[in-house]
């Protein structure tokens, strides 16, 4: 089993920064992506951003030149970098890691973007 434990979450006005932090830990072997969904009220949830192995990144195109995705390999945790900060960030934002070929989720930690 794999643990993956976000924080980093809080209320923040528009235009504000937040650092979210999400580590792994467990029976890791092999982490092949990390990464960042999100879920806003009455909407599924949506990949934000996320990392493989190789350090081949993709973000959504309503969080690109905004958002920064960064790793330490090292501790197993990735960081989402969240400037310029919009209402419509709102959301829970949950870390995903890919373990070989397993799916874990965090509890995830909310977001709010209001002035």
């Known amino acids: 089993q794999v643990q993956v434990v976000e924080s980093g979450g809080g209320l923040v006005q528009p235009g504000g920064s937040l650092r979210l932090s999400c580590a792994a830990s467990?029976?890791?072997?092999?982490?092949?992506?990390m990464g960042w969904y999100r879920q806003a009220p009455g909407k599924g949830r949506e990949l934000v951003t996320s990392?493989?192995?190789?350090?081949?990144?993709r973000y959504a195109d309503s969080v690109k030149g905004r958002f920064t995705i960064a790793k330490d390999s090292a501790k197993n945790t990735v960081y989402l970098q969240m400037n310029n900060l919009k209402p419509e960030d709102t959301a829970i934002y949950y870390c995903?890691?890919?373990?070989?070929?397993?799916?874990?989720w965090g509890q995830g930690t909310q977001v709010t973007v209001a002035s």
């Open positions: 995903y890691v890919l373990e070989r070929f397993d799916n874990y």
């Open positions: 467990g029976n890791i072997l092999s982490i092949n992506a």
């Open positions: 990392m493989g192995k190789d350090g081949n990144i």
